[in-house]
């Protein structure tokens, strides 16, 4: 069936993709022209498998061609903060895999890419630097690296060591990356799904329901979990074709989800936002009760929560027929597609609650904020897409970020590299009462504020400057928290807080300087001890900071 499968699959990118790739650098009278195109549509087919994006969007990423340094394609997903990397091979016979070769070439492409030596790829991908350093340098950017290729076979053992050793390389500090093999049965199977969704037809109970008319017809109320549960069993993600994201895994709303179904289910539809239902055609039976015959459905809003649902159900059914879940339903006609575009797009636009939210409500940052109000400073608590900063505005970002840097303690700049949100976790407890509690004086708050802002300027200018090299920049980059570390050790902190201080006298030193001789310091230490390392995630593992850092102020950088 190889052939025949093969035929499918060609069919399908040809239909695509053809057109929107970019050949130009083939020249049209190459033979292996149509392998090439099939080659780069196989690239950007492999990762719209796994993620919502459409051919449009992804075939501008592709880069295969002379000097890809073995990425043939990648897409960075900012909602969801994946990057995909993909490498494919065209196999005309639809016989075996890629060769060893050819599998390192792309693992190593893959150290480059991650380690932001951009001198090594060609001109298709240098054209989207902004956007990778943007994926790379937020901590929480998962990758998801592919080998997709039209052979049957799976990876020879020698291939798969290869890509293993990369994952452990990685994931040394924590899950940030998974691999994922595309072979022939792969994508036939990943094309037939595409093409083959039937409808899907529910017939269910809403208990305390009521109904809206205008502008559309819609009806809402509680649906029993374990209803929910049944369509994730007889459907599972089909559920959501529609939807802007698909199941996430086991993210940290999704355990809180669960969590509640385990501890009090009845207080499910108090804690959880609900589910949202597009049908085609929304029936009542006659009579009160609220039995609803729903045709053609598609969950728009609420993936997460019928996806734990499904899954927990599994391990407790009789917990999950305890909870009930806020649902509506919205009829949307084909003729209103349109309409239904919208309300998908806006049920998944609406911001989620993040922990720094939770802040707000901590008395010690209230203290702070009034106390800096007096001296006429600005400290913004709240998250605000339109706070511009200056010279007398802060927020909870920079204030976080120099105390975490002021301590001394690895592991809360570390954690600022992998994700700042945890630092918020918990108010009531460390890490965040080692940043935050009744001690922390506005004074030593707002002093360490300004040290750091002029340290990350200072980077930034050196960055810019290339001063030390744009092969050092890398490091700059990824380990700024422990440049900013070394040199708030080597100022007089414990008298931030006094008034009598010096402190114009400290924002005079040269910093600059500073920060060369510590950044010259820290990569003799690196290239010793960790030589091969992937400078991103180097700066993420606890283990290796701590020897990097100990080596630091053992050695002492030139003050």
Same mark, same amino acid.
């Given at each position: ?40 549509? /196989? ?6 498998? /796994? ?144 093409? =083959? ?205 120099? /105390?975490?840097?002021? =301590? ?26 080692? /940043? ?27 960055? =810019? ?49 500073? %920060? ?17 390392? %992937? ?25």
């Amino acid at each position: 069936m190889s052939s025949l499968h093969l035929t499918h699959i060609k069919k399908h990118l040809l239909t695509h993709y053809q057109g929107k790739v970019d050949l130009s650098d083939c020249s049209p009278n190459d033979r292996e022209l149509e392998t090439k195109e099939l080659t780069r549509s /196989l690239s950007a087919f492999g990762i719209q498998t /796994l993620c919502n994006a459409s051919s449009d969007q992804i075939a501008p990423y592709i880069i295969d061609g002379g000097d890809d340094n073995g990425i043939d394609c990648f897409f960075y997903d900012q909602t969801e903060k994946i990057m995909y990397i993909s490498q494919s091979k065209w196999m005309k016979d639809g016989q075996g895999e890629p060769d060893l070769g050819d599998v390192k070439k792309f693992v190593d492409g893959i150290r480059d890419f991650v380690n932001q030596r951009y001198n090594r790829f060609n001109s298709k991908l240098n054209r989207h630097t902004s956007l990778i350093n943007q994926a790379i340098d937020d901590p929480q950017t998962h990758y998801k690296v592919i080998l997709v290729y039209t052979g049957n076979n799976n990876l020879s053992d020698h291939s798969t060591r290869s890509i293993n050793d990369l994952l452990n390389e990685i994931n040394d500090a924590g899950e940030l990356m998974t691999f994922i093999q595309e072979n022939q049965s792969f994508l036939h199977a990943s094309i037939q799904k595409s093409l =083959s969704s039937a409808p899907i037809t529910v017939h269910f109970p809403l208990k305390e329901w009521g109904k809206i008319d205008t502008p559309k017809k819609a009806f809402y109320g509680q649906i029993n979990a374990a209803t929910v549960a049944e369509w994730w069993h007889n459907y599972g993600p089909s559920l959501f074709d529609k939807n802007l994201r698909g199941v996430l895994g086991e993210t940290d709303v999704n355990e809180e989800i669960k969590q509640t179904l385990q501890t009090e289910p009845e207080n499910f539809w108090y804690f959880n936002n609900g589910i949202t239902v597009l049908s085609k055609k929304i029936t009542k039976t006659a009579g009160n009760l609220g039995v609803f015959h729903c045709e053609n459905i598609s969950i728009v809003n609420g993936a997460q929560t019928v996806s734990t649902i499904g899954k927990f159900a599994g391990e407790d059914y009789e917990k999950v027929g305890s909870a009930f879940v806020h649902c509506r339903i919205i009829e949307i006609s084909p003729e209103n597609a349109t309409y239904g575009d919208k309300i998908t797009k806006t049920n998944n636009r609406q911001n989620k609650i993040e922990n720094r939210d939770f802040v707000c409500l901590d008395p010690v940052q209230l203290r702070i904020k009034k106390d800096l109000e007096v001296e006429g400073i600005s400290y913004i608590i709240q998250r605000n897409e339109s706070l511009q900063k200056n010279d007398t505005t802060f927020d909870l970002i920079d204030a976080t970020a120099a /105390l975490s840097c002021i =301590s001394n303690d690895i592991t809360l700049f570390v954690q600022l590299k992998r994700e700042i949100g945890k630092l918020w976790e918990d108010t009531t407890k460390a890490p965040y009462k080692k /940043l935050f509690n009744p001690n922390t004086s506005s004074l030593f708050v707002l002093r360490a504020m300004k040290i750091q802002r002029i340290i990350d300027q200072k980077i930034a200018k050196i960055i =810019s400057e290339k001063t030390l090299g744009a092969d050092k920049n890398a490091f700059l980059i990824h380990g700024n928290r422990m440049i900013a570390s070394k040199i708030f050790h080597d100022l007089p902190t414990r008298q931030f807080d006094k008034v009598e201080l010096d402190f114009e006298s400290i924002m005079q030193i040269d910093y600059e300087q500073k %920060i060369k001789d510590c950044t010259a310091l820290m990569i003799s230490i690196i290239n010793s001890k960790y030589p091969n390392a %992937i400078i991103p995630i180097l700066f993420k593992n606890l283990g290796k900071c701590t020897v990097i850092y100990n080596n630091i102020l053992q050695s002492g950088a030139p003050s």
